[in-house]
Nanobody, 122 residues
């Protein structure tokens, strides 16, 4: 059974930092592209960042230079370091797994976590 479990969300003030973690089990982690997405009420899932098995990295424009994705293939964990958080970053953040190739399209990801809430206040 494949499981993705996010943690690290919370309530912070604008300008603060958070690091999200996603622990994965039930698949060969090193062969998967890992992505982070977010959703706010009334909106579609939005791509945030992704990191492929061979190191291809991508970010949505609004987080470039502030958010950084990384992975630990020994601990089967993907991270999202978020710096300079702003109220517009408030969302439920999800990690997702896609076999092999890099993609920023959420519809191409097969496995999803339950999400972790990030709330940024002024």
């Amino acid at each position: 059974q494949v499981r993705l479990v996010e943690s690290g969300g919370g309530l912070v003030q604008a300008g603060d930092s958070l690091t999200l973690s996603c622990v994965v089990s039930g698949l060969i982690f090193s062969t998967y592209t890992m992505g982070w997405f977010r959703r706010t009420p009334g909106k579609e899932r939005e791509f945030v960042a992704a990191l492929s098995r061979n190191g291809t990295i991508g970010y949505t424009d609004s987080v470039k230079g502030r958010f950084f994705i990384s992975r630990d293939n020994v601990k089967n964990t993907v991270f999202l370091q978020m710096n300079g958080l702003q109220p517009e970053d408030t969302a439920v953040y999800y990690c997702a797994a896609r076999m092999l190739l890099y993609s920023d399209d959420p519809d191409r990801y097969l496995y999803w976590g339950q999400g972790t809430q990030v709330t940024v206040s002024l």
